[in-house]
């Protein structure tokens, strides 16, 4: 890379760390280091040309188009525009294909990295205080995201096989580990809903060398498998999870701690078809589990001392399970991951990978304005910090350098009032009141019921005509 490419990819970086509060001096550290960030470009971009929407540019642009209310590409390629001007150079043509096609250019590798290094800076890098008796507790939970109809996408993730050809989305399923107490997407896996090995689980033992001993896993029963379970106690991460529906549970069997609180063992189960006999070897014969029921729920667990850990304790921790629901409704409600835009698979894989590098990114300026504010994460609100940064972002490019730790300031200050009201045991009903518009939903596919509107049409003209 010569001295006139790295002078540019530089002054890049310093416009996109600006923009995510990471100036010179920003608290807990960066996430989007200088120095590591120009070298992770050069390692998975290789020696690209220099042009108007070379790789850091187009990742820019993509990013800003996943934090956007319009998210198309032609709004892109104006931000983009709308930057050249205020640089005083000279603006680039306002059609879109050079941008689109700069994104099939630009690496994935370099965006799961960036996403994945992202949020483990901010979970390395947060305070102890926010974390559950000084342990990293992470979140996992999956969820589905629909995409185009097209026949790229339909063969990579093909949609349910309860909906007529024609007529339904290809589907992709997504599992994530998230952390409780800064709310950073960690790791991900993504992959089709239709086939073998596709399900949620399978997508976790992927995900699952990305534990580190000590950590505590949070998860729902559908996680309550012995082998998934005895994969994370081998690794030293203790677990409390949801007892799956199928397995009975008989508190006056084992080792009883209290009321409806005692510690049994599971025995190994057959192996199943999907594991190796090498890797059934290694399973324990026994797993030696937790098991209490409160609130309605039986929960079972890795964390055997009652007096170190209670019931209410466990109770408290599980119910903090909810906070990857609402992150996962912010990632597709609010950022609108929920209905993705790209006609292939390759393309939709990086704008999965897009949405949660922006939302790290989002989550890094709200625990900078959480540790400011002398508040958790957790008690901002995600979609108000999305809005400050969008009102901020035209008054962060157009800032001089001398001002620009007082605008961050500013910014910080204004998030850190963003604070969620405190609704213990809120609950809603998952039903909507206003009623949708009464359009007739399609039965066959829209080509076929063109063709017979138009021929329809043309035998009305020629009836009108004779």
Not at 55 to 63: A, D, G, K, V
Not at 284 to 292: S, Y
Request: glycine content about 6%; some cysteine.
């Amino acid at each position: 890379m010569n001295d006139s490419k790295k002078r540019h990819l530089a002054e890049q970086v310093r416009r996109l760390r600006a923009r995510f509060v990471q100036s010179v001096g920003a608290v807990l550290g960066d996430v989007l280091p200088r120095q590591p960030l120009m070298k992770w470009v050069a390692e998975e971009c290789g020696n690209y040309r220099q042009r108007i929407y070379d790789p850091l540019q187009t990742l820019t642009l993509f990013i800003e188009q996943v934090l956007g209310a319009d998210q198309s590409c032609q709004d892109a390629v104006a931000r983009g525009v709308s930057g050249q001007v205020s640089l005083g150079q000279t603006p680039c043509s306002l059609n879109t294909a050079a941008y689109c096609k700069a994104r099939s250019r630009l690496a994935l590798g370099l965006i799961e990295r960036l996403g994945r290094e992202t949020g483990e800076m901010l979970c390395t890098q947060q305070p102890r205080a926010w974390r559950w008796r000084g342990r990293e507790v992470k979140l996992v939970d999956g969820t589905t995201v629909s995409m185009p109809d097209t026949a790229d996408n339909q063969a990579s993730f093909p949609q349910s096989r309860t909906q007529k050809q024609g007529l339904g989305f290809p589907l992709a399923r997504l599992v994530t580990i998230v952390s409780l107490s800064c709310g950073a997407v960690l790791d991900w896996a993504s992959g089709p809903c239709e086939g073998k090995q596709t399900g949620e689980t399978a997508l976790l033992w992927k995900l699952a060398q990305r534990l580190q001993r000590g950590d505590i896993v949070i998860a729902d029963r559908c996680y309550a498998g012995y082998f998934l379970i005895a994969l994370l106690v081998q690794m030293g991460v203790d677990v409390v999870i949801r007892q799956h529906q199928r397995r009975h549970t008989d508190f006056r069997r084992g080792q009883r701690l209290g009321a409806r609180d005692h510690i049994v063992s599971w025995p190994r189960l057959q192996r199943p078809s999907w594991m190796d006999i090498d890797t059934y070897a290694t399973m324990p014969e026994t797993l030696r589990m937790r098991e209490i029921n409160i609130g309605g729920w039986t929960l079972v667990t890795t964390l055997m001392d009652a007096k170190e850990v209670s019931k209410r304790d466990l109770f408290e921790l599980y119910h903090a399970r909810w906070q990857i629901e609402l992150d996962l409704r912010s990632i597709k409600t609010s950022m609108q991951m929920d209905e993705l835009r790209c006609k292939s698979p390759q393309m939709v894989k990086k704008e999965i990978a897009v949405h949660l590098l922006a939302y790290n990114l989002v989550r890094a300026v709200m625990a900078q304005a959480a540790y400011l504010g002398h508040v958790l994460p957790r008690q901002l609100s995600f979609k108000g910090t999305l809005q400050m940064l969008n009102a901020f972002e035209e008054n962060l490019r157009h800032c001089p350098l001398g001002r620009l730790v007082l605008r961050h300031a500013h910014l910080l200050a204004g998030i850190a009032q963003m604070k969620l009201p405190h609704r213990p045991g809120r609950v809603e009903p998952r039903a909507l009141k206003r009623r949708p518009k009464p359009f007739q939903l399609l039965t066959e596919p829209r080509q076929i019921l063109r063709a017979r509107l138009m021929a329809k049409q043309q035998q009305h003209i020629s009836a009108c005509l004779s």
